[in-house]
């Protein structure tokens, strides 16, 4: 990142030191490099954490920048009177004030440190910021609404002329309450809640923010009523709320391992109750103890939360997971580290002509869906599914003929025909389990150039004319249909691969000044470097997701960039000899790379 601060006198002369702890944080590769995506955060950790107040800053307006913009941290019904004490008393009437679920932060990304300037009697502040989105009351990060890409605004001095611990004020504040990325991420800790899918057989999850300021004993209530108030708006079309009219009666109460929550819920029967049940289980995950749910002041059921969440297990997959790669036009298997080999899924008749492949694993069975070249140059797609040995024993190709085609995924559902989605010349396709595709209209303009599928099979992340987006999965009537797509905001521009990290996080490749990949929220909100200069563009992303059924590959992910395939923890090249069962290149002959790499779980 550029620096470019301007420093100067106010009233006098006076030296800003820019310190560690001031301006925008300075990220590590070297610390960066050597993990896997972030984990997401729960919170048990950081309770009570307030945002700085006006005069932690002291003399460094570097700082006192900083800490305003996390002013508006926190309890959204203070949020108001937390910001103005920052501004100057005879302008604190400027800032217009909301009250109750109208309060909202605009969040922006600084794409520049704070510009700071001398004037006549003041200091002059330039912001440069990308709209990140807007915070609401409820912890739900919407789309940003503001297109400012700068704000301007004055320092002015405290106190008497010449005091170095007069400190500042704001003059000219910005009219709308603003919350750097920065701040979002130290002061507020992103929470996955569960919302049941369309016909109430697979729990899907959504995000919101809960402030750390927000005391422990208050978690409870804050999670029902982000329950009740809904999904998020691009969740909605694959996803179903609460009954309509469920309320919050008081605010639950309990403590040590106990808790009681009152309800006023329309149609509370057993069946509504026991889904309730496994909602509040997994959107408390870090909770222990039991929920006793009473309707209308009736006890109805108690739920014990580590119970039920053993007894409703979320996105059940294979931790033996296996690494494979795509080495002289077949499938093979990697060993990296010391890992174990896996067989090869696909069997060696219809081993070959492979571009690109997507495994799953479905019960005791492997689906395997491949994007193969032919003698014409042109890709098609085959697909197959072993028969309980673990081998896909024969492909079916599908008829039609593309000029290039993505990695094809397989969207895991509960029960339904195996189908899946692939990109091809620009356009999104749903294929099923005989190769036959389907254009899936998008809603949208541009040319597609990846798709990505969550683990919960109800949710997928595209890239759009080079810009990372997400949409939701609706599977009534057993064919999967695509729903609004929403445009996520990042740094990363130029986007050309996407995978699901976790539940709520994204891994992304694209370019950051230089080809990078980050670990990005499911909301664009919060963003981590990974590898922050891959050397070419990455044109092949696979990762597999952390769960919390620890496997020693949770976190890792497998990338390709000019040709060459790489892995993370720690980074570096996949070689020839990690393939297993090829054969050594005649003398003289240079062996080729190992190319998109790709788990099996």
Known sequence: MKRRLLTGALGGVLV????AGCGIPDRSAVQIEQRGPAAETNWSLGRGTEPPTREASGSDAVAFVRNFLAAAAGEPDRAYERV???????????LPEKQGSEVALSVVRLTDDPVIEPDVDSMKVTISVQQVGLLRAN??????????????????SAGPVGEDDAGYYVSDPPNVLLLSDDALRRFYQAEAIYFWNSDRTQLVPDQRYLSSAVPAQRRVSEVIRWLTAGPSEWLRIGVSGLPDRTEMINNATGSDGRWEVNLDMPGADERRLEQLGTQLAWSLGELHGTVEVKILNQSRKV????????????????VDARRYCVYEGGIHSLTVAGEAAGSVPVAPEVNSGIVSAGLRRADADVLAAVVVVGEDGRQRLAVGRSGGGGVVETLTTGPSRYAAMSRPVWIRSDGARPAGLVVADGRLYRFDDQAATRQVQLGLPGRVTAVAAALDGHRLALIVDGALHVATINWEGGVPTVGPARRLVSSLTDVTAVDWSAANRLLVAGSAGRPAIYDVSVDGAVETPLREDTGSQVDHLAAYPAIPERSPLAGSFMYEANGVAYRSNPFERINRDQVQDVTP??????????TAPVFLY
């Not at 800003?16 to 310190?19: D, E, F, H, K, W």
């Not at 103005?84 to 400027?94: H, L, P, Q, Y």
């Not at 014990?304 to 996105?315: M, V």
């Open 585 to 594: 290149p005649p003398a003289g002959v240079r062996p080729g790379n190992p």
């Open 16 to 19: 800003l030191a820019v310190s």
């Open 303 to 318: 739920i014990d939360l580590e119970e039920q969440r053993r007894l409703n297990p979320l996105n059940l997959i294979d």
């Open 139 to 156: 912890g739900m990060l919407v789309p940003p609404v503001a297109t400012e890409s700068t704000y301007e605004f004055r320092l002015v």
């Open 84 to 94: 103005k004490r920052f501004i100057a008393t005879s302008e604190r009437s400027g």
